[in-house]
């Protein structure tokens, strides 16, 4: 009897011991399922090329997605933008070379085809001041954005500066009178 006890007393244990592996098992699944549902191979390389423009630069927004942070440029007009982006170990203004801080662990120097005036007038089109975070745009509480800083505009190319929590891949993406660049939260 008491060998049969102890038998049953085993398998009982076993069969627990297999429920608790089967469980983690489905546990490390579902966490990986939900990792690969983010976009990979971004990448951190430059992207983009020639970035001056004619059509002035109306808006900068930013917002929060489950994989990335975005940040959008508005041009209203711009048709298919030229833009530049990478990643630098410091931001230097357009033209003068000045130095301008940005905060987090990496800085994206990001360069657009449009101005932040009106070239036919010379009238602001965009209100960033040199240095200053960008207008309307407050990056706290993001997964992966941490500073947004508005550079320069130049020669129809506005440059600024966004700050993020490492160097972590990025895409760009063309829109019809939009430029969008997107960091994902992690590798």
């Not at 997605?65 to 230097?92: A, E, I, M, N």
């Amino acid at each position: 009897m008491r060998r049969t006890a102890a038998a049953v007393a085993a398998l009982v244990l076993a069969g627990t011991g297999l429920g608790m592996v089967t469980a983690a098992a489905g546990t490390a699944t579902a966490a990986t399922t939900g990792a690969a549902a983010c976009p990979t191979g971004w990448g951190s390389g430059d992207k983009g090329g020639a970035a001056a423009g004619a059509v002035p630069l109306k808006n900068i927004r930013a917002g929060r997605h489950d994989c990335f942070d975005r940040l959008v440029f508005d041009v209203p007009g711009g048709g298919t933008l030229g833009y530049s982006v990478g990643y630098v170990d410091q931001l230097h203004q357009l033209a003068s070379g000045d130095y301008i801080p940005v905060g987090g662990g990496a800085v994206l120097d990001v360069r657009v085809g449009a101005p932040a005036y009106d070239p036919a007038t010379g009238a602001s089109a965009y209100p960033g001041r040199a240095g200053q975070p960008l207008p309307g745009v407050d990056v706290s509480g993001y997964s992966t954005f941490r500073d947004a800083r508005f550079s320069a505009s130049f020669e129809g190319e506005t440059q600024i500066g966004l700050g993020v929590r490492a160097r972590l891949p990025f895409r760009v993406i063309q829109l019809p009178d939009q430029l969008v660049v997107d960091v994902a939260h992690s590798w």
